[in-house]
């Protein structure tokens, strides 16, 4: 099966501090990726999609300066969070797409725990 | 966007068959049902997807009826690793992919018993 990675997994970080976060997909080209949130016993929430070469699109009420995404390759997406602090504490998930998969659907990275102090 | 209903929770015991419905009334010609199980800490884990009857691999089988405004999920003889959220979804298909968003519902809580 499709296999997407994240990096890093967990990261403590100081109040005021950018945070950068990988999403590779390992073995397939993903035109499209998506950044998700989830805090503690809570279900997914959809940030943005990525698109390869061109802007990500935000979910309502996601600040697009606080959370920057890159989607600079097929294979590779990052989210920024910029000037972090504790309320932007959570589990980060991304997802890659492949499309020509079997089946089409949404293959989701392992998280990032995201700390902040 | 058609919107998913799940139990919020479920209890099962060892080697019992569970079964999880999911409702999605406003489900499009589109639309696929997809499965997945989010252990604690972890990134969801694609289960199984279907559009119509009955779908089944080495882990799960999903059966949707012909109006497919509900889907069900069967897990055969569980164990207590099957603990886990399941979350339904409704996978758009779609010419432009990046129109294919996951918009997840609450899910449900199976807790599985020795």
């Known amino acids: 099966g499709a296999v997407v990675s994240q990096h890093p997994s967990r990261v403590i970080c100081k109040s005021g501090t950018s945070v950068k976060i990988e999403c590779r997909s390992l073995?397939?080209?993903?035109?499209?990726m998506f950044w998700y949130r989830q805090f503690p016993k809570k279900s997914l929430m959809l940030m943005a999609t990525?698109?390869?070469?061109?802007?990500?699109?935000?979910e309502q009420g996601v600040e697009k300066d606080k959370f920057l995404i890159n989607h600079a390759s097929l294979t590779l997406s990052t989210l920024t969070v910029t000037s972090a602090h504790p309320e932007d504490s959570s589990f980060y998930i991304c997802?890659?797409?492949?499309?020509?998969?079997?089946?089409?659907?949404?293959?989701f990275g392992p998280g990032t725990r995201l700390t902040v102090l | 966007l058609a919107k998913t209903t799940q139990p919020i929770s479920m209890d099962s015991y060892e080697g019992q068959e569970v079964n999880i419905t999911c409702s999605h009334n406003?489900?499009?010609?589109?639309?696929?049902i997809t499965w997945y199980q989010q252990f604690p800490s972890q990134g969801p884990r694609f289960i199984i997807q279907?559009?119509?009857t009955k779908v089944t691999n080495e882990v799960a089988s999903l059966f949707i009826p012909a109006d497919r405004k509900s889907s069900t999920l069967s897990l055969p003889r569980v164990s207590l690793s099957d603990t886990a959220v399941y979350y339904c979804?409704?996978?758009?298909?779609?010419?432009?992919?990046?129109?294919?968003?996951?918009?997840f519902g609450s899910g449900t809580k199976l807790n599985v018993k020795p």
């Open positions: 997802s890659a797409r492949e499309a020509s998969g079997s089946p089409d659907t949404q293959y």
């Open positions: 073995d397939f080209q993903a035109t499209t």
């Open positions: 990525s698109n390869e070469g061109s802007k990500a699109t935000y």
């Open positions: 406003n489900i499009a010609t589109n639309d696929y």
């Open positions: 279907g559009y119509k």
């Open positions: 979804l409704v996978d758009p298909k779609g010419v432009q992919y990046n129109f294919n968003k996951f918009y």
